[in-house]
């Protein structure tokens, strides 16, 4: 049994108890980032430990501790963010590379797995995948709404970092009601993180817009894996590389023709329905395992 903490002062919003749309449930966080071959349990951050998590707000390296195994994660565009906006305290004190104390690095910028002389980075969407494999049937059985009663769309939020998705909303104005997920008043202080009440009002729609807020290889957010999850079809603009994770025939891009099939599909329930059979994670990375272990 390896024990398990998290510095809740360094950003990690990780909790027991979810009151936020931000917070993720520890038992999801233990099965979608860490290893499965051992069994976890969560220790008070003053306890010892064998594994440590830290993330984007870490200043005092003295709350690191050289027997553990310290993992730094971000979920967020960490390196693209931190020099623009200055609001991540981690940068700011160490940069884009952070403490030299972490042995592990889960991180929402890169595609690929990699190894510097003193610590392991492994991309965020490889824990992404790997725990949409596992749970992916039991939502398929869960939530399955016919398309005769599916709403036409539903966005993900308002944020305008991405101007794409005020476009788009401006685009599908005449095309029936679009909705907003701040419409859903029940939703405010439930996780974002796959929670049963998203996914049931996501099943509810044709399409769900899972734009990401800025465009960077690898920063692929758990937002079109909700609509995955949901059996709706997400319509996606972000990491550049996305169609490298997820098939691109369970997906509408954002490009030029993306109005057009939007329309193509919207009333066309056959179509509608082979798209959303298809498997959402490219051959590659089925099987994908998260290890720990060095390279």
């Not at 940068?91 to 104390?101: C, I, L, P, S, V």
Request: hydrophobic share 35%.
């Amino acid at each position: 049994m390896k024990r398990v903490r998290f510095i809740k002062s360094s950003g990690t919003l990780v909790e027991k108890n979810v009151t936020k749309y931000c917070e993720q449930p520890i038992d999801q966080f233990i099965e979608m980032f860490l290893p499965d071959d051992e069994e976890y349990e969560v220790v008070d951050e003053n306890q010892e430990a064998d594994i440590c998590f830290f993330s984007v707000q870490l200043e005092d390296e003295s709350l690191l501790r050289d027997k553990e195994v310290n993992v730094f994660f971000s979920i967020e565009n960490y390196e693209h963010w931190g020099p623009l906006r200055g609001h991540y305290k981690h940068f700011n004190k160490f940069g884009a590379y952070g403490t030299k104390k972490k042995d592990i690095c889960i991180s929402n910028n890169h595609s690929a797995l990699s190894e510097t002389p003193d610590y392991k980075i492994i991309p965020a969407i490889f824990c992404r995948i790997a725990y949409y494999q596992k749970v992916k049937e039991y939502w398929k059985q869960k939530y399955h709404v016919p398309f005769s009663q599916k709403k036409f769309i539903l966005f993900t939020s308002r944020n305008p970092l991405n101007q794409n998705k005020m476009v788009l909303h401006q685009l599908l104005q005449n095309m029936d009601d679009v909705h907003f997920i701040d419409e859903y008043k029940e939703l405010a202080n439930v996780s974002c993180y796959h929670s049963e009440e998203m996914i049931k009002v996501f099943s509810q729609y044709k399409f769900i817009v899972s734009f990401e807020n800025s465009h960077n290889p690898g920063y692929i957010t758990e937002k079109i894996f909700n609509a995955l999850m949901a059996q709706t079809i997400p319509i996606y603009d972000g990491a550049p590389d996305i169609d490298e994770f997820i098939n691109k025939q369970r997906f509408i891009g954002c490009d030029k023709n993306i109005i057009q099939k939007i329309k193509f599909l919207k009333d066309n329930e056959k179509m509608y329905n082979y798209m959303i059979d298809h498997e959402a994670i490219n051959e590659k990375y089925k099987n994908i395992k998260i290890n720990y272990r060095r390279l």
